[in-house]
Structures are given as structure tokens and as C-alpha cells.
Nanobody, 122 residues
């Protein structure tokens, strides 16, 4: 079955950088959109960044100029380079794959990773 595995989270100082990775496994033919969401304690889940197969990106206003999303379609992997991290970036970051076509019966489905924790603190 289709699975998403995130990596790269951890503890970082304000102003520091981290790079998150998410690899989708399974017999996958295409993933239209891959993205990153985050959820901080007491807050709702929010979109951080997303990228289509064609490379069209979308970012939350709060991360524009600091975060960069990219993907390797051959590896079904999406990345999130996070620079100039702030305390308000602290959250569990979840990988998302939307409009997935995969064998044997996945068509236009959505999948989520289990999340990776990013903590930005002094």
C-alpha cells in the first residue's frame, strides 16, 4: 500500500535551518501534488507549502522567502528546505500527497505521513 515517511525534523536554534524529506512508497504512477502541513499545539493544521508535478509552488505567507519546497518525481520524494527558522515555526510537520494514482486501486486518493517534529528554541 501507499505510505509516506518523513524525516529531517529535530531541534534547532532560531535563525537556523532544517531540511525535511518525505518519500512515498508503493506502486505509484503519479502524485499530482505533494506538500507540507504543520500543526502546533492548540492550533489547527495549516498548509506550509505545496508543489505540483509540473513544479508549480504555493507557500503560506508566513514562510515565503524562508522556505523552499521541491520534489523528485522519479523518487516520489518531496523536500522542504527551511531557513531562518523562528519559534513560531515549531510544530509537527506532516507530509501530504494528493491526487495519487497507485496500484492496485488508488486513484485520486490522498495520503498523509505520521509527522516529524520541528522545535525551534533557544
Amino acid at each position: 500500500q501507499v505510505g509516506l515517511v518523513e524525516s529531517g525534523g529535530g531541534l534547532v536554534q532560531p535563525g537556523g535551518s532544517l531540511k525535511l524529506s518525505c518519500a512515498a512508497s508503493g506502486t505509484i504512477f503519479s502524485i499530482k501534488t505533494m506538500g507540507w502541513y504543520r500543526q502546533a499545539p492548540g492550533k489547527q493544521r495549516e498548509l506550509v507549502a505545496a508543489i505540483t508535478e509540473g513544479g508549480v509552488t504555493n507557500y503560506a505567507d508566513s514562510v515565503k522567502g524562508r522556505f523552499t519546497i521541491s520534489r523528485d518525481n522519479a523518487k516520489n520524494t518531496v523536500y522542504l528546505q527551511m531557513n531562518v527558522l523562528k519559534s513560531e515555526d515549531t510544530a509537527v510537520y506532516y507530509c501530504n500527497a494528493a491526487d495519487v494514482v497507485a496500484a492496485p486501486y488508488y486513484y485520486g486518493m490522498e495520503f498523509w505521513g505520521k509527522g516529524t517534529l520541528v522545535t525551534v528554541t533557544s
